[in-house]
């Protein structure tokens, strides 16, 4: 198993990159915001992201977004882990985040 983590920006981030001729199953994706948990019972630090597959040689769009401006509280982390899904070379997992950019995203994949 491989891991690979990013720090989210308001731009897209690119999670993972499928290298040629490989193949991954995506595992997990956890999505943590790192606003101080201190202020975990304020709306400060609040933070929505988007999540997206992408077909090489695909734009990002709407059609493969397969999360939507979810809201994640300071202090919160997010699990991707009941659906599993299979990514060909130069597929790529994208995550774009919200003003203020406090998360950071981890990918853990299984080569197949």
Not at 7 to 36: E, H, Q, W
Request: hydrophobic letters at 45%; one cysteine or more; a negative charge.
């Amino acid at each position: 198993m491989a891991i690979n983590s990013v720090a989210v920006g308001s731009t897209d981030t690119v999670l993972l990159l499928v290298p040629a001729n490989k193949r991954y199953a995506i595992t997990t994706i956890m999505v943590c915001n790192t606003f101080p948990a201190e202020v975990v019972d304020t709306d400060e630090g609040i933070t929505n992201f988007d999540l997206h597959f992408v077909a090489s040689g695909e734009p990002k769009s709407d059609a493969n977004k397969v999360i939507n401006a979810l809201q994640l509280p300071a202090g919160e982390t997010f699990t991707f882990d009941s659906e599993k899904i299979v990514l060909e070379a130069g597929d790529q997992a994208i995550i774009v985040g919200e003003s203020p950019t406090n998360l950071s995203a981890t990918i853990s994949w299984l080569e197949v």
